[in-house]
Nanobody, 117 residues
Framework: QVQLVESGGGLVQAGGSLRLSCVAS????????MGWYRQAPGKQRELVATITSGGSTNYADSVKGRFTISRDNAKNTVYLQMNSLKPEDTGDYYCNAKILVPFVDYWGKGTLVTVSS
């Protein structure tokens, strides 16, 4: 079992920055990929960024150049640094951890990001 707790959401003006944190606990040695997803009101949950246990990163086209995912293994924490925020970045942001074999998906409860225009 893996538990994920997000923090760092809030209200920010367009052009501003926020940093989200996700602390993982439990069977963290089994995690292969961690990432952030978001869900805007009335829309499906979508990938924002992922980072593998080896440090490889992947980003949605809509956030490339503005968001940075990173990890601190000593703190069991994954971060999402969000710069140049836009109103369309508004939504609930969820931390995700994947164990590939056997496949298991874990989710945090989410943290709300609101970007005002």
């Amino acid at each position: 079992q893996v538990q994920l707790v997000e923090s760092g959401g809030g209200l920010v003006q367009a052009g501003g920055s926020l940093r989200l944190s996700c602390v993982a606990s439990g069977s963290i040695f089994s995690i292969n990929v961690m990432g952030w997803y978001r869900q805007a009101p009335g829309k499906q949950r979508e990938l924002v960024a992922t980072i593998t246990s080896g440090g490889s990163t992947n980003y949605a086209d809509s956030v490339k150049g503005r968001f940075t995912i990173s990890r601190d293994n000593a703190k069991n924490t994954v971060y999402l640094q969000m710069n140049s925020l836009k109103p369309e970045d508004t939504g609930d942001y969820y931390c995700n951890a994947k164990i590939l074999v056997p496949f298991v998906d874990y989710w945090g409860k989410g943290t709300l990001v609101t970007v005002s225009s």
